[in-house]
Nanobody
Framework: QVQLVESGGGLVQAGGSLRLSCAAS????????MGWYRQAPGKQRELVAT???????NYVDNVKGRFTISRDNAKNTMYLQMNNLTPEDTAVYYCNTAQTSWSWGQGTQVTVSS
């Protein structure tokens, strides 16, 4: 079973930036269609960005132009660069396959203050 470990969250002021990392164990990461998800307090978990095994990306509308998803298959790691953060981006961020095939990690908390 693949294990996922998210890191890089923190407290940042509105307009600031953070870079999240997702480290995956196992040999299937490089061929997996991956995604970043987030869950805000009192809300359902939502998919915010995806990346195919060869680097094709897609984003939900409210993060387009601000977030950049990327991956390094040699390191079994995926990233989410988040710029121009707003309080509405406050959430716990998770990574998983785009089909949520693997067990969820613990996530990383992102808090954006106004």
């Amino acid at each position: 079973q693949v294990q996922l470990v998210e890191s890089g969250g923190g407290l940042v002021q509105a307009g600031g930036s953070l870079r999240l990392s997702c480290a995956a164990s196992g040999s299937t990461f490089s061929i997996s269609f991956m995604g970043w998800y987030r869950q805000a307090p009192g809300k359902q978990r939502e998919l915010v960005a995806t990346i195919t095994s060869n680097g094709v990306t897609n984003y939900v509308d409210n993060v387009k132009g601000r977030f950049t998803i990327s991956r390094d298959n040699a390191k079994n790691t995926m990233y989410l660069q988040m710029n121009n953060l707003t309080p509405e981006d406050t959430a716990v961020y998770y990574c998983n396959t785009a089909q949520t095939s693997w067990s969820w990690g613990q996530g990383t908390q992102v808090t954006v203050s106004s």
